[in-house]
């Protein structure tokens, strides 16, 4: 099925507001008037002058003060109502793009930069609002406002009209001829704006890294390079504008010089008024200049066009959901979580998947451990318990119900997350713990917080869980960060809960804090955790080793001591490594 072009699909957008625009079509059409009437009163009071009618001069004064006004309002509510048209529109594509990005797989994440998103939200959304308001009633006025001047001009006098005319078919060629031209470097200046955004937000998030390792230098040349491209591309964009202004200017000029020979020529013979050849020299610009501007109106459409096929790309990408979900509400309880013959993998090659035929039980209440070295497969285990990929092969369910009965949504309702990197969005830090469960109330949200010890600090901060804690929490630390999503945790209360290496990344001090927080967290829920110390795990009820995406052994920690097996050798290496760091400790202090 042949896809629907970027321009009726932006008409649609704008056909929801037709009162708006027909406002506009009015203002345009008296606008228009006004023009042309600009030319009768130059021709009027021209002709009272050269026959000495003084006695027309107080009707001609208030005649020129009605067309001022009448001219200064028109511009007014024109322009007023563009830009709130520009503005309607842009922001019902927003709050579309937006509830597609919602509603993206996490595949699309994987592959797609922030970045490229984020230019899609912003320059591609603002030259699309430009081409609802300004460039689109600018398409439309200036040939009706040629049109209507041809037909005045031929009522003053026809052979001179029909002589001016041929600058319109001339025009129109110039248009189509720059208008490609301009739509494809649109499109390449589109793209590469995007890239530079993308690198520019990296950078931007990644202050530390680049002073600690020096990477000034590298990073200034590297965005250089995407700076100038840009500016290549704009270059050439203004050589091609240029290059049809310059061409359409040189047509209207001519025809405008060979309009005032012939009328003067006409006056000279006594076939043509004085005040008609003014008249005529007035609507000659009405005539001209419309289709000069023309050219760079429609490759400013053009690129307009490429920055809302960018945003129709977005919408179009498939989604999890046909519509947005209702807000989670996590389930209360369930009884079985069984994860059968599961593979999986990243790519649609099947030689290097990230999981194999795996296959366990999860009851209700139990602690289930998931260890293993570096790139086993622990982290892809957990997304696909999630919903965020769903299994190449084999099933995951429920109480005997999996993803495709219950629905992504509900399915997901079963679980609460603790990441190794807590996940904070802008805001405070009510808002962050509330999260868990929107229709919380205070006395629960301070629960949560004491609970995951996380109360004290809050407290200690000038304005306690009303603190604003920055772009992705940069004002608290990281163990404070990590409290806080565990609060969020508690606060959601799922039956499911999951642990992804949660202290990993913390000094051992947020580590026993947090590890306290996790561990009344744990307290009659359902808990898998993804660990790298194999001490904090001893007393799980099930414990599943994992390599290169195979389970390779599962029991309890006894069991698989005992078994000599991959645990046994993981769990007495890093035993080993422990004690030498104590010893290696001893002797610094």
Same mark, same amino acid.
């Given at each position: 099925m042949k896809k629907e072009s970027p321009f009726f699909r932006l008409l649609k957008y704008m056909g929801k507001y037709k009162m708006l625009y027909a406002g506009l079509i009015t203002t345009m059409l008296v606008g228009i008037a006004l023009e042309l009437s600009v030319a009768w009163f130059l021709? *009027? $009071?021209?002709?009272?002058?050269?026959?000495?009618?003084?006695?027309?001069?107080?009707?001609?004064?208030?005649?020129?003060?009605?067309?001022?006004?009448?001219?200064?309002?028109?511009?007014?509510?024109?322009?007023?109502?563009?830009?709130?048209? /520009?503005?309607?529109?842009?922001?019902?594509?927003?709050l579309d793009t937006m509830d597609h990005v919602l509603r993206f797989p996490q595949t699309y994440y994987d592959q797609t930069h922030t970045g490229d998103l984020l230019a899609r939200f912003t320059s591609d959304n603002q030259a699309v609002g430009e081409a609802a308001g300004n460039i689109i009633m600018g398409l439309l006025k200036n040939p009706l406002l040629a049109l209507c001047a041809f037909i005045y001009l031929l009522n003053i006098h026809w052979p001179l009209a029909l002589i001016?005319?041929?600058?319109?078919?001339?025009?129109?060629?110039?248009?189509?001829?720059?208008?490609?031209?301009?739509?494809?470097?649109?499109?390449?200046?589109?793209?590469?704006?995007?890239?530079?955004?993308?690198?520019?937000?990296? #950078?931007?998030?990644?202050?530390?890294?680049?002073? $600690?390792?020096?990477?000034? %230098? %590298?990073?200034?040349?590297?965005? =250089?390079?995407?700076?100038t491209e840009i500016a290549a591309i704009e270059r050439s964009q203004g050589m091609t504008q240029g290059a049809a202004a310059a061409v359409s200017g040189g047509i209207a000029i001519i025809t405008i010089m060979i309009a005032i020979l012939l009328a003067g020529f006409f006056v000279a013979k006594g076939s043509l008024e004085v005040g008609a050849m003014l008249a005529f020299i007035q609507l000659m610009n009405y005539l001209v200049n419309p289709f000069s501007v023309l050219p760079s109106l429609w490759s400013s459409m053009q690129q307009a066009l490429a920055g809302a096929e960018r945003i129709f790309q977005v919408i179009d990408?498939?989604?999890?959901?046909?519509?947005?979900?209702?807000?989670? =509400?996590?389930?209360?309880?369930?009884?079985? &979580?069984?994860?059968? /013959?599961?593979?999986?993998?990243?790519?649609?090659? @099947?030689?290097?998947?990230? *999981?194999h035929d795996v296959g366990f039980h999860v009851y209700a209440g139990q602690?289930?451990?998931?260890?293993? @070295?570096?790139?086993?497969?622990?982290?892809?285990?957990?997304?696909? *318990?999630?919903?965020?990929?769903?299994?190449?092969?084999?099933?995951? %369910?429920?109480? +005997?119900? !999996? #993803?495709?009965?219950?629905?992504?949504?509900?399915?997901?309702?079963?679980?609460?997350?603790?990441?190794?990197?807590?996940?904070?969005?802008?805001?405070? $830090?009510?808002?962050?713990?509330?999260?868990?469960? =929107?229709?919380?109330?205070?006395?629960?949200?301070?629960?949560?917080?004491?609970?995951?010890?996380?109360?004290?600090?809050?407290?200690?901060?000038?304005? +306690?869980f009303d603190t604003e804690i920055g772009e992705r929490g940069s004002? *608290?630390?990281?163990?404070?960060?990590?409290?806080?999503?565990?609060?969020?945790?508690?606060?959601? !209360? @799922?039956?499911?809960?999951?642990?992804?290496? @949660?202290t990993a990344a913390l000094d051992n001090e947020s580590e026993r804090i947090v590890q306290d927080a996790l561990t009344k967290l744990m307290v009659g829920r359902t808990t898998l955790v993804i660990a790298h110390? &194999?001490?904090?795990?001893?007393?799980?009820?099930?414990?599943?080793?994992?390599?290169?995406?195979?389970? #390779?052994?599962k029991g309890t920690h006894h069991a698989l001591l005992s078994a000599g097996g991959r645990y046994h050798a993981l769990y007495h290496a890093q035993l080993q490594q422990e004690e030498q760091a104590d010893m290696e400790c001893q002797t610094f202090n």
């Open positions: 021709s *009027l $009071i021209t002709n009272a002058a050269v026959k000495f009618e003084v006695e027309r001069w107080p009707m001609l004064i208030l005649m020129g003060a009605v067309i001022l006004v009448g001219s200064s309002l028109t511009s007014f509510f024109d322009t007023y109502l563009k830009q709130k048209a /520009s503005l309607k529109v842009r922001n019902d594509i927003r001016t005319i041929c600058v319109g078919p001339l025009m129109i060629l110039v248009g189509k001829l720059f208008g490609e031209s301009m739509r494809k470097k649109g499109t390449r200046l589109q793209e590469a704006m995007s890239k530079g955004t993308s690198f520019l937000q990296d #950078v931007l998030g990644a202050s530390v890294l680049y002073k $600690i390792f020096g990477l000034e %230098k %590298k990073i200034s040349k590297q965005y =250089r390079q995407y700076s990408t498939p989604k999890e959901y046909a519509e947005l979900p209702s807000e989670g =509400r996590a389930k209360t309880s369930f009884s079985e &979580l069984a994860m059968s /013959s599961v593979g999986f993998s990243y790519t649609d090659s @099947a030689d290097a998947p990230a *999981l602690t289930v451990a998931i260890v293993g @070295a570096s790139g086993g497969g622990k982290s892809t285990l957990f997304k696909l *318990l999630l919903g965020l990929y769903l299994p190449t092969t084999g099933s995951i %369910k429920i109480d +005997g119900k !999996d #993803v495709n009965t219950l629905g992504l949504r509900e399915y997901r309702d079963y679980f609460s997350l603790v990441p190794q990197e807590s996940v904070l969005l802008s805001g405070t $830090i009510r808002d962050n713990i509330l999260d868990g469960n =929107r229709s919380a109330g205070e006395e629960e949200i301070v629960a949560a917080a004491k609970q995951a010890n996380a109360y004290d600090f809050i407290m200690k901060l000038p304005q +306690g004002r *608290l630390s990281g163990g404070q960060k990590q409290r806080i999503a565990i609060a969020r945790a508690i606060l959601r !209360d @799922a039956p499911i809960l999951l642990l992804d290496e @949660a110390r &194999l001490s904090t795990v001893q007393n799980a009820d099930l414990i599943l080793v994992m390599e290169n995406g195979e389970l #390779v052994e």
